[in-house]
């Protein structure tokens, strides 16, 4: 995928202020320090059109960026961040839920996970959250660039296995550093995207 245009068409709280134009949309979620602005940033071959912080927790709104006039990232607040209040917390959770379970639009979430960690109680909640509603999911680990090769193979299938992959999803290391497997996410984000033309 050749990325030709990209532009921020605004931040939104409620689903339904988000863009009408009817374009596909491809979910980026993840816990606050996983690495989701990096992840943006160098899938859309863009420096800072995601704004990366040394404060996790920053994301507090659903965030659309259009990709080549055809399809929508989608950045939505990251979960598990524990300087959050318990009331904010709670907030995204309910922003994230309703845009989930309510947008037509939705075609792919892209779950973010460390590949250096195994996954937290919040990652298994809402891979388990997507999977009981049967949205589709790839999972990435990010930072993979940190886990040495010989290492990588063990580490897919430790990971695998904790997550408990449901038959078709997809789990595949990344690294916004060296870009690992861009084109192959790229491709199924184009499957997603591509289908309906």
């Known amino acids: 995928m050749i990325i030709r245009s990209v532009e921020f068409k605004g931040s939104f709280v409620e689903t339904e202020f988000c863009p009408t134009d009817n374009l596909p949309e ?25 704004h990366t912080s040394g404060k996790p927790g920053k994301t507090q709104t659903l965030n659309f960026y259009l990709v080549n006039e055809d399809f929508y990232f ?13 009331v904010e917390r709670e907030k995204f959770g309910q922003m994230i839920e309703e845009y989930l379970l309510n947008r037509s639009n939705l075609r792919l979430v892209i779950l973010l996970i460390d590949f250096r960690h195994n996954p937290t109680e919040d990652d298994l909640l809402m891979y388990n959250f997507l999977k009981s509603y049967h949205i589709p999911c790839l ?11 010989n290492r990588t193979p063990k580490r897919i299938k430790e990971l695998k296995s904790e997550l408990i992959l449901h038959e078709g999803d997809i789990f595949m ?7 690992t497997n861009m084109d192959e996410i790229y491709q199924i984000i184009n499957n997603f995207t591509m289908e309906e033309k």
């Open 26 to 50: 491809i979910v980026i979620a993840g816990r606050s320090n996983v690495g989701k602005s990096s992840f943006i940033n160098s899938m859309l071959n863009r420096k800072n059109i995601a």
């Open 74 to 86: 989608v950045d939505v607040p990251g979960y598990g961040y524990a300087k959050v209040s318990k």
């Open 139 to 149: 999972v990435v680990g990010t930072k993979s660039d940190k886990i040495t090769k």
């Open 173 to 179: 290391p990344y690294s916004s550093v060296l870009k």
